[in-house]
């Protein structure tokens, strides 16, 4: 199945400026990205997805009159709107990512309305809240999130490392040993564990580090390559556990499976520097630049493709669901009473959201619903059940509480892209509590399930 893919290019004032595909790169539309107070348009400067609220949101760089410098789109980037934030001429945006636990559109600059207020936070990618450093004079580049470790670590210029738990309150860590201007940093979850960063216009000396914890240590550092390049980002495949740098002049690309060691493709893609690699969970590598696009299924034999224009692409991000590896293992156990009866079967499937239930008389049913991994839960219960169920599901939750009385039914299913399916039938006297939980890959984020059935 293909995962949707978008782009967004850098500088000058001529549109489109946006792209989207819809099949794996093999071709693509451009798009109108919405121009600044005074008509000139932006140069994009980075791009995240939010696959709880199926957004895509580009930052621009900043300027005068920048109150478009924020765009969200919720059709795969087809259509782009505008979005204001607090001082509007103030801002210079360089980085975002999606805090999954948090629920939260995070931006970095490397200027803002005081000279220690270099974030910005967005439940929605609408209304966005500024926030401050402990110390002022800071340039931040770029920021990612850690869903294993629950932190945010925002990386910029002079050797700046700012780690945060919930994007409001901002520690300053130290540094590698060597300072340089962070130019990108990615976590690297599953087998890795590892916060990587790149230093742009570092001439190969110590051009990359690597940390576990920033929050204890200092990250270790290294030149990345033989080489020196002018590397532009840094990459994560969870499916292929493979770490991507690209950079350069001469389409050149470094790639790492423990985030230590690297081995580089110093020539042969193109004759021009790429801007960003982006994994795909259709199975794809993508590396874009200014008029060049490859695609590679494994991050060592690469195909030339064809990019949206000849415009600078600079920041692309595929609409990615579900960690792209493995079925998730399940761990289920009950406590039944006597007279009890209890069946369960499991199973995987790919079907759309889907919220069903059936009530007799005087049930009342009140839920709230959020999903990232599915789950599918069907149960019939006997006379003057009470029901309640909670579920924590990856990066959002669903709680679902129900009241019944005489002869009340429930019948409720909520699937999206991977479920686990539930079945339970109850007689008189049955007592069960059912701890689920569902682990997919290293890295990914489980899925608790309570279900307490009383009467």
Partial sequence: MATPLVTVAWGGADNPRGAWSAN????WATVNLPTFSNGSGASWSGLAYSPTLGMFVAIASGGDNNNNAVARSTDNGHSWTGTAVPNPNSWTM??????????????????GPTSSTRVLTSPDGINWTARTLPVTGVALNSVCWASDLGLLVAVGDNNAVYTSPDAVTWSQRTGPTNSKNWRFIVWAGGAIQKFCMIAGNAGGNNDYAYCSDPTSAAGSQKDLTGSAYDWQAIAYSSGLEMLMVVGGNTGVTARSTDGVNYTQVSSGLGDTRFDQACWSDAGLWILIGANTL???????SWTAGTPPSTLSWHRMAAANALPAAGIPPLELTAALAEDAIFDAAITIILPPLELAAAFADDAMLAPT??????????????????LAVYLTIGVAALRLAADFTDDAVLTARATLLAAMALSVAFTDDADLAAPVTIGFQPGAPPIQV???LSW
Wanted: glycine content about 8%.
């Fill in 450 to 452: 309570v279900v307490v």
């Fill in 294 to 300: 490859y695609t590679s299924p494994n991050g060592v």
């Fill in 24 to 27: 794996d790169a093999a071709s």
């Fill in 94 to 111: 360089n980085g975002i990512c999606w805090a999954g636990t948090l629920a939260l559109f995070v931006i970095v600059t490397s200027a």
């Fill in 369 to 386: 619903i959020g999903i990232w991994p599915p789950l599918h839960l069907a149960a019939d219960l006997s006379d003057e059940a009470a």
